[in-house]
C-alpha cells in the first residue's frame, strides 16, 4: 500500500514558474515508478511525466518537454516536477501516481493516486 500526497500547487503568472511535490508512504517506494498526470476543467485527465522506478529513465508527453523536469528522491519517499514557462494551457489539476514496473502513459496503468494540487497560470 502506497499513500501520496501532493503539495506545491499554486497560482502564478504565465513564463514563471512551480515545483510539485509528491511525498509517499512506506518503505518500497523505490520501487515504483512514479507520474505526474493533470486534469483541466473539462477535460479528461492527461498524462504529464514519468520516471522509472530506478531513476535512469523520464519521459514527458510532448507539450512540457523542455519545460518541466520529473525527478525523485528515494531517500525523501519523494518525487518532484519543477515546471517552467508555464502557460495559461498548464492549469489543471496536478496529480502524482506510483506503478509497479515501467513507465507507461495509461492512468489505468497506475495503482496508487494522490488527491491533487492546483495549478493556476494566468495570462
Known amino acids: 500500500q502506497v499513500q501520496l500526497v501532493e503539495s506545491g500547487g499554486g497560482l502564478v503568472q504565465a513564463g514563471g514558474s512551480l515545483r510539485l511535490s509528491c511525498a509517499a508512504s512506506g518503505r518500497t517506494f523505490s520501487l515504483y515508478t512514479m507520474a505526474w498526470f493533470r486534469r483541466a476543467l473539462g477535460k479528461e485527465r492527461e498524462f504529464v511525466a514519468a520516471i522509472h522506478w530506478s531513476g535512469g529513465s523520464t519521459y514527458y508527453t510532448d507539450s512540457v518537454k523542455g519545460r518541466f523536469t520529473i525527478s525523485r528522491d528515494n531517500a525523501k519517499n519523494t518525487v518532484y516536477l519543477q515546471m517552467s514557462s508555464l502557460k495559461p494551457e498548464d492549469t489543471a489539476v496536478y496529480y502524482c501516481?506510483?506503478?509497479?514496473?515501467?513507465?507507461?502513459?495509461?492512468?489505468?496503468?497506475?495503482?496508487?493516486w494522490g488527491q491533487g494540487t492546483q495549478v493556476t497560470v494566468s495570462s
Open positions: 501516481a506510483a506503478s509497479r514496473g515501467a513507465i507507461r502513459v495509461g492512468a489505468r496503468e497506475y495503482d496508487y
